[in-house]
């Protein structure tokens, strides 16, 4: 037909011995649901593979990562399974690219049909240098988007600190060098957001004695949902550790001593800053008290780091054992253990930003005030004298710098703007905050031995006491920050008056490194720092649109955007942070300023410090990433609230809310959803808001009305026709459209 002579075409074909398999099924050497390359992923059916590769079957599936198997359907042994997996590895290995394998067992016996590269990763060669970037629970402490001043300043905090703290354990200088590298690289910056570079954290913590042990509670410690198979790690003779393990626990040891000399330092270099606006200072003078604050407490941020090192050790330890005792709910029991320790320094902005409250409502016409009165005019009004902006001032004075995404020096804090504050006692005036006290379990009663309960006591009180600690010292971070923040701001507006760049907040956008180069005179002050600051808020506004991802992996230059794996029963788990069971109905949140919860159970993506002042009105909170040890876990465990960490991103499908009947209504929507089921899911939504003017009710009610639900899906119907194509909707019953809809509905193909 194209003039080919069929002389020149050659052919190979493949024979192959039909096999009457009793079971058939595909390996592949990715998880491709997830793009997780450390998982392998193998689907089975019984007898020949055409049922599978038809659809015409569902398939049992196994996830297996480092001889871990995820799902226990009985239908492939333990044994097939790792050595399906053991020989995907060779093939994997051998194509230097992720492969999808066809196999079956017949009598026992595995052969492996054909195999090819799965062609989303033809690009990928396993053979790259792989480096993975983490969000785990930094996104606690910098969720979405950053400016290009926080991620270098972070950065450069980082190398400081870890740099620094190693210096302190005496570790050789050839080891120094080697890790010197990882220690610039703890942090990546990727669309603006930035990850830990878990390739460095590995290595750093190689060092330590109990290596393995020691991966495993840094992995627990920063909520790493997907652990790294393969790490390298520094090489350390045994008078290396032995020397370095003494002096670890020789500081350890000392902890309260160089706790309270490390506070009484940063009062007296750090504090003095605090109240201070830096107005008289030009932008050497700010340098200067930088350089100052960098060499007297940044370089000396040794005593916290070695706490946290405390806190992860004895966390897993006490972990570790907890479940060699075969204890029934081993993280309930923990989590109930390491509560309610009392005067945890993170706490303490809870019950004095309650006592405002009741001093509000204790005066009605203060009460009526905030009940009516606009954020600008209850500042107006309330924030210079009055009976109660003794206690507001009181409150900005020690807790200004704690509000949401703290550690973002772009972060506007109470300190420069009160309104949030405000905003959060009006929202908690309004609502008549009713919080149930709720009841926690009684304590488990264990049958152990009198020296095992002795080796748990031991083990608890020095994780609490770790714990509670490390929140007194992190406090001191975010005070850190602010003063740096303040001094940013300051140079910021000499920027402006020297023409360098537009705005006075536009500094944010500049890297640190570039700032104090452009204030010792290294480059020219007339460099375009204009055109660089735009670009990069384009590049920054550009980011905010785009999703978020857990998890990336780098093949060489080549990535992988890795999602969150839903269990296979569809159930979703967390880990228990609380201190007991309740119930209630659940309402997400998504911005605490404009929150109005009353004893329900919170859902949030991520929390932080900010947070704090509506715990107290709620009664459980369900978090998506985190840790155990993650300072709203803190938070939440002190004050008795029940906080679990779970992954529900991918299950959440849609819901709607109105605060009021004359308010519109918000609709949210999946982003893991395409845009047809989004269409269909907004239309359903828009029905609700539509029909049922004055039902507060959403996703999250325990009961949800199905009549409710058939007349939002024939909305559906009658707004989307071309949904409906050859079907007569009005022969159909409202079970049959429901389950039509749903069928069109299936986020987890």
């Not at 398939?59 to 044994?79: E, F």
């Amino acid at each position: 037909m194209n003039n080919l002579s069929t002389m020149n075409i050659k052919m190979a074909v493949i024979v192959q011995e039909m096999i009457d398999a009793d079971i058939s099924g595909v390996l592949f050497t990715i998880n491709p649901v997830t793009n997780n390359p450390d998982e392998f992923l193998i689907s089975v059916v019984k007898g020949l593979g055409e049922s599978l590769v038809s659809g015409e079957e569902n398939s049992v599936d196994y996830v297996v990562n480092a001889g871990n198997i995820d799902g226990n359907n009985p239908l492939l042994t333990k044994k097939e399974i790792l050595k399906i997996t053991e020989l995907g590895y060779l093939i994997l290995r051998d194509s230097h690219t992720f492969q999808d394998i066809e196999f079956c067992l017949k009598d026992g016996i595995l052969y492996f049909l054909q195999t090819r590269t799965i062609v989303p990763y033809k690009h990928i060669d396993i053979k790259e240098p792989r480096t993975i970037y983490d969000n785990s629970n930094i996104i606690e402490s910098y969720s979405g988007t950053t400016s290009m001043l926080t991620f270098t300043f972070a950065r450069f905090v980082y190398e400081k600190i870890y740099t620094q703290t190693l210096k302190a354990g005496h570790i050789r200088k050839k080891v120094t060098d080697n890790l010197a590298p990882y220690l610039k690289d703890m942090l990546r910056f990727y669309d603006n957001k930035i990850y830990y570079n878990l390739n460095s954290w590995y290595m750093l913590t190689s060092i330590f004695p109990g290596k393995k042990n020691n991966i495993s509670y840094m992995e627990n410690m920063m909520g790493v949902k997907t652990k790294m198979t393969k790490t390298k790690h520094v090489k350390m003779s045994l008078i290396d550790l032995l020397n370095l393990g003494i002096r670890l626990k020789c500081r350890l040891s000392k902890m309260k001593k160089l706790s309270k000399k490390f506070l009484d330092k940063f009062d007296e270099v750090v504090s003095p800053y605090l109240e201070l606006g830096f107005e008289h200072y030009d932008e050497h003078q700010l340098l200067k008290a930088f350089k100052y604050i960098e060499e007297n407490i940044v370089d000396d941020f040794t005593t916290p780091i070695i706490n946290d090192v405390g806190a992860m050790m004895y966390y897993g330890k006490l972990t570790k054992y907890v479940r060699k005792l075969n204890i029934e709910d081993p993280d309930g029991f923990i989590s109930k253990k390491v509560s309610k320790q009392g005067d945890v320094a993170s706490t303490k902005s809870a019950p004095l930003y309650l006592a405002i409250v009741e001093k509000i409502n204790i005066d009605k016409n203060i009460k009526n005030d905030f009940e009516t009165l606009s954020i600008n005019e209850l500042i107006e009004k309330y924030h210079n004298d009055s009976f109660i902006s003794k206690e507001i001032k009181a409150y900005i004075k020690e807790f200004g710098p704690r509000v949401m995404d703290e550690l973002k020096l772009e972060t506007i804090t109470l300190y420069e703007d009160p309104s949030f504050l405000y905003q959060m006692l009006k929202n908690t005036i309004i609502n008549e905050l009713k919080v149930e006290v709720h009841q926690t379990e009684p304590e488990p009663v264990l049958n152990i031995s009198y020296l095992k309960k002795v080796k748990l006591n031991k083990l608890l009180k020095k994780t609490k006491y770790f714990i509670k600690n490390r929140e007194l010292l992190r406090l001191r971070r975010t005070y850190l920050y602010s003063v740096i923040r303040k001094i940013y701001i300051r140079m910021g507006i000499i920027f402006k008056k020297k023409g360098l760049i537009q705005d006075a907040r536009d500094i944010f956008h500049l890297k640190k490194e570039e700032i104090e180069m452009v204030v010792r005179g290294e480059v020219d002050k007339l460099r375009n720092l204009k055109e660089v600051v735009e670009k990069r808020k384009a590049h920054l506004l550009e980011n905010n649109k785009k999703k978020t991802y857990n998890r990336i992996v780098f093949f060489g230059e080549k990535e992988l955007l890795v999602h969150d794996k839903m269990p296979q029963d569809g159930i979703l788990r967390g880990i228990p942070s609380g201190a007991g069971v309740v119930t209630g109905k659940i309402k997400l949140v998504t911005d605490p300023s404009n929150a109005n919860l009353n004893g329900e159970i919170m859902l949030a993506k991520r929390t932080d410090p900010g947070w704090v002042m509506l715990f107290p009105m709620c009664k459980g909170m369900i978090v998506e990433r985190g840790s155990i040890l993650s300072h709203s876990a803190v938070v939440a465990r002190e004050l008795g609230i029940e906080y679990r960490f779970i992954n529900f991103t991918r299950e959440l499908l849609a819901f709607s809310e109105r605060s009021s009947c004359k308010d519109l209504g918000t609709i949210y929507l999946n982003n893991n959803l395409g845009k047809y089921e989004q269409k269909l899911l907004c239309a359903h939504e828009l029905a609700h808001l539509c029909l049922h003017v004055d039902d507060d009710s959403n996703l999250f009610d325990k009961d949800i009305d199905p009549q409710k639900e058939a007349e939002a899906n024939y909305f559906v119907a009658l707004l989307l026709p071309h949904v409906f194509i050859n079907v007569n909707i009005n022969a159909m019953s409202d079970e049959e459209i429901n389950n039509y809809i749903l069928h069109k509905i299936n986020p987890f193909e």
